[in-house]
């Protein structure tokens, strides 16, 4: 068990050098300019990077598990055999964040919306669902490996909470190069920018405890938090024009970040720090195998 373990521990360690590697090399080619590029191939480079954590974990389940560990961590990507009134907060928790958000903003900056776009209901459902589409394609870029192969780990070693919080530093620690942080932060000067960045952070690290309640709720389906993570992605989309509107530091962008937080501290309260979900599941039982 202790050889297991130890092998384990191992995996994990490379599986997150293997997907920042293979992230951080495609947006720093990009952020940089080090290679002359097209526009559209400039472009490409941000989601094929958004697929390290994916690329890692089927490497490593390939290379331990062979190709029906492979088809295991597939199937789960598909499998619907969750509680269906997990689909509740998976589809309505962010885009009501997101909608309080706008209406604080209403009250608190004077924003005007612009509801012209509702007129055309058709094109907006078609442009809906082709950007759900993507989001859903980006977001198993990620979810394979952060929840799918990361937090199952962790988890086989620390409480839910305790997994939640590590996952989310490191998913922060991601993101980076995305941001332009390494010549951002070159004279470290830029006040604001950290400031940008510590908020981020806390944001990040509150995600990812939602994230784990959901995927433990859910009998570890990938597919669960990868649908969670499409409409998290498509509702922040939606608020972009009320967003760009709002100062940076104002109330509505305090109260979106107080109101996430609140949300993550509401459920460990209510679901407990060890698990985070109400009861043992089928796929808990397996993860404590790799332990």
């Given at each position: 068990?202790?050889e297991?373990?130890?092998?384990?521990d191992?995996?994990?360690?490379?599986?997150f050098?293997?997907?920042f590697?293979?992230?951080?090399?495609?947006?720093?080619?990009?952020?940089t300019?080090l290679i002359?590029?097209s526009?559209t191939?400039?472009y490409?480079?941000?989601?094929?990077?958004?697929?390290?954590?994916?690329?890692?974990?089927?490497?490593?389940?390939?290379?331990?598990q062979?190709?029906?560990?492979v088809?295991?961590?597939?199937?789960?990507?598909?499998?619907?055999?969750?509680?269906?009134?997990w689909?509740?907060?998976?589809?309505l928790?962010?885009?009501?964040i997101?909608?309080?958000v706008?209406?604080?903003a209403?009250?608190?900056e004077?924003?005007?919306?612009?509801?012209?776009?509702?007129?055309?209901?058709?094109?907006?459902?078609?442009?809906?669902?082709?950007v759900?589409?993507?989001?859903?394609?980006l977001?198993a870029g990620?979810?394979?490996g952060?929840?799918g192969y990361?937090?199952d780990?962790?988890?086989?070693?620390?409480s839910?909470?305790?997994s939640?919080?590590?996952?989310?530093v490191?998913w922060?620690?991601?993101?980076?190069?995305?941001?332009g942080v390494l010549?951002?932060?070159s004279?470290?000067?830029?006040?604001?920018?950290?400031q940008?960045?510590?908020?981020?952070f806390?944001?990040i690290?509150?995600?990812?405890?939602?994230?784990?309640w959901?995927y433990?709720?859910?009998?570890?389906?990938?597919?669960?938090?990868?649908?969670f993570?499409a409409?998290?992605?498509?509702s922040?989309?939606?608020?972009?024009?009320?967003?760009?509107?709002?100062?940076?530091?104002s109330?509505?962008?305090?109260?979106?970040?107080?109101?996430?937080v609140?949300?993550?501290?509401?459920?460990?309260?209510?679901?407990?720090p060890?698990k985070?979900?109400?009861k043992t599941?089928?796929?808990?039982?397996?993860?404590?195998k790799?332990?």
């Amino acid at each position: 068990m202790a050889e297991s373990n130890e092998h384990e521990d191992r995996n994990l360690v490379l599986y997150f050098l293997v997907a920042f590697a293979w992230s951080w090399f495609f947006w720093i080619v990009k952020t940089t300019g080090l290679i002359p590029m097209s526009e559209t191939f400039g472009y490409s480079l941000y989601p094929i990077g958004v697929f390290g954590p994916f690329a890692s974990a089927f490497i490593l389940t390939y290379f331990n598990q062979g190709t029906e560990g492979v088809k295991k961590l597939l199937k789960r990507g598909v499998d619907l055999g969750f509680g269906k009134k997990w689909f509740i907060p998976i589809l309505l928790l962010f885009p009501a964040i997101d909608g309080s958000v706008v209406l604080v903003a209403t009250f608190t900056e004077g924003i005007n919306l612009d509801l012209s776009w509702i007129s055309n209901l058709l094109f907006v459902a078609v442009g809906l669902l082709v950007v759900f589409i993507m989001t859903c394609f980006l977001a198993a870029g990620e979810e394979f490996g952060w929840r799918g192969y990361a937090l199952d780990r962790l988890e086989a070693h620390f409480s839910a909470i305790t997994s939640s919080l590590l996952l989310g530093v490191i998913w922060w620690a991601w993101h980076i190069p995305i941001f332009g942080v390494l010549e951002e932060f070159s004279g470290l000067q830029n006040t604001y920018a950290w400031q940008f960045f510590l908020l981020y952070f806390i944001t990040i690290v509150a995600y990812s405890v939602l994230f784990t309640w959901i995927y433990n709720n859910t009998e570890g389906s990938i597919l669960a938090v990868i649908l969670f993570h499409a409409i998290l992605n498509l509702s922040d989309y939606a608020i972009v024009s009320v967003s760009s509107q709002v100062p940076t530091y104002s109330i509505p962008s305090f109260y979106a970040l107080t109101i996430l937080v609140a949300i993550a501290i509401a459920i460990v309260i209510v679901y407990g720090p060890k698990k985070l979900a109400r009861k043992t599941n089928k796929h808990a039982d397996e993860r404590r195998k790799l332990a």
